[in-house]
């Protein structure tokens, strides 16, 4: 991968919950080690880096704590670039999307749906209170409800309450992930479009662009499916077990992810140097 990638211009892509976090049994303690943090903020000062997750953007920055990524969050429908342009270590300054002003610049194209998900936040939440172990997060852009601590006999009441929600409600849809509902805007926009919106702003939508994205949700396909249209790059799904996805490499858990980034990084660095890959990467050819 590393041959291939050498005297392209690599930008990394990175999921949150289960590829930057292990997946836990409480949303909100969903945290990043200091490990974890410290690779990505190598690999940023490397390469463009943008976190695209599921969670509101606000949420997955306040997790992440680095300020040399980019963010978007709500499956792609925040985006908002850095308040200064991050500088790679190869010395390019890559083109960050600003107003008039100089500040940063929010891309959302599902604003328009806000009223609206502000309403189906507050009748889930009402609707769902007797549910034991059903819990409502607010991404601001969709809602999850979580039902990985209801029990199996209360799920189907659970999806049946969440469903007569969404009745009155045109324009949303329902789709699943791990141990979770998602209620979203029904607007062509998703994790891929988010990845193609920062290739295009970034001015990196080139050939020699490598775009590495890694991700483990049902969400992040949508990504590997612009990376395989691309013919360029590495869709990487983070799984223990085999799955049906549009992924052509993967990484068995975060604590694997944590080494690939940490090698990444490094072999940036030393690129230069006399090192081989071989060395960096301890494999043999
Ligand atoms: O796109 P992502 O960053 O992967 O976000 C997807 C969802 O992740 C979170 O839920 C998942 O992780 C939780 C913490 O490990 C776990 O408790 C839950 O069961 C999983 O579904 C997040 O809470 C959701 O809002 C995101 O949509």
């Known amino acids: 991968m590393m041959k291939v990638a050498k005297g392209k211009k690599i930008v990394v892509f990175l999921d949150y919950d289960g590829t930057l976090s292990p997946i836990v049994d409480d949303p909100n303690s969903a945290f990043m080690s200091d490990e974890m943090r410290a690779a990505v903020r190598e690999v940023a000062k490397c390469f463009p880096t943008a976190i695209i997750s599921g969670r509101s953007r606000e949420k997955v920055k306040e997790f992440v704590q680095l300020s040399n990524v980019y963010y978007a969050g709500s499956h792609g429908m925040d985006i908002m670039a850095p308040p200064r342009p991050v500088k790679s270590c190869e010395g390019n300054t890559p083109t960050v999307v600003m107003d008039k002003k100089g500040t ?4 959302q194209p599902a604003k328009s749906f806000l009223p609206a998900i502000q309403k189906i936040l507050t009748e889930l939440e009402e609707e769902t209170a007797k549910i034991k172990g059903a819990m409502v ?13 209801v029990k199996d006999e209360d799920y189907q009441i659970l999806e049946e309450k969440v469903r007569s929600v969404l009745e009155n409600y045109a324009g949303f849809h329902l ?3 791990k141990k979770v509902m998602e209620i979203r805007p029904t607007i062509e926009w998703d994790k891929g479009h988010a990845v193609e919106y920062f290739l295009e702003t970034l001015g990196l939508s ?3 662009v490598l775009p590495v994205y890694i991700g483990e949700d049902r969400t992040d396909e949508d990504a590997f499916k612009v990376i395989q249209r691309r013919g360029q790059g590495y869709p990487i ?3 223990s077990i085999p799955k049906d996805t549009k992924a052509s490499y993967s990484l068995i858990d975060p604590s694997e992810v944590l080494t690939f980034l940490l090698r990444l990084a490094r072999w940036r660095k030393s690129s230069s140097s006399s090192r081989s890959l071989n060395q960096i990467w301890g494999v043999v050819n």
């Open 137 to 149: 997060e607010d991404n601001r852009f969709c809602v999850s409800v979580h039902f990985r601590h």
């Open 206 to 208: 080139n050939s020699d």
């Open 237 to 239: 799904i983070v799984t």
């Open 175 to 177: 789709c699943w992930g």
């Open 104 to 107: 940063e610049v929010l891309f």
